[in-house]
């Protein structure tokens, strides 16, 4: 079974500066929930670019990503190497301008969990997390346009 979703969120920054918080994964500790977000291997463009290992993390946990899509400013889009039991995880974030801002979507999906029965729980859970970094992203690309 197949579990897939989408986040839709609200920023009042331009698209432009979204994308300068969404592309850097150095800096999602900043304003994202991890307390740690490092690069394993630069991509290209450099250094956020495609083929760019990203690795995020709290406490023991890691979570392991390539960038497999890199499209300023519209498109990001990211697949799990490692770090959940689940097979198959890829999200893809559009940027699109919306009024003065930028409507952010979020669209993942995974083939299944590892153990079998736990599908429903890693979509919850994902799903939530998600849902969070989507609106830590909005409010954090337009705190940064406030700013004087």
Not at 39 to 58: I, K, M, N, S, Y
Not at 93 to 110: C, E, K, N, Y
Not at 123 to 139: E, N, V
């Amino acid at each position: 079974m197949a579990y897939a979703w989408e986040i839709v969120e609200h920023s009042e920054a331009p698209p432009e500066r979204v994308w300068a918080f969404l592309a850097d994964a150095r800096g999602w500790a900043r304003w994202a929930r991890f307390a740690s977000s490092t690069l394993d291997r630069e991509g290209t463009p450099a250094p956020d670019g495609v083929g760019a290992q990203r690795v995020f993390g709290t406490g023991p946990f890691k979570s392991h990503e390539e960038v497999v899509v890199f499209d300023p400013p519209g498109h990001f889009a990211y697949e799990l190497r490692k770090g959940m039991p689940i097979k198959g995880y890829r999200a893809d974030v559009t940027l699109v301008p919306d009024g003065q801002g930028t409507r952010i979507t979020w669209a993942s999906s995974f083939e299944r969990a590892s153990v079998p029965g736990t599908g429903a729980f890693y979509q919850w859970f994902l799903r939530t997390f998600i849902k969070d970094t989507a609106k830590r992203l909005a409010r954090a690309a337009a705190a940064e346009v406030d700013e004087p």
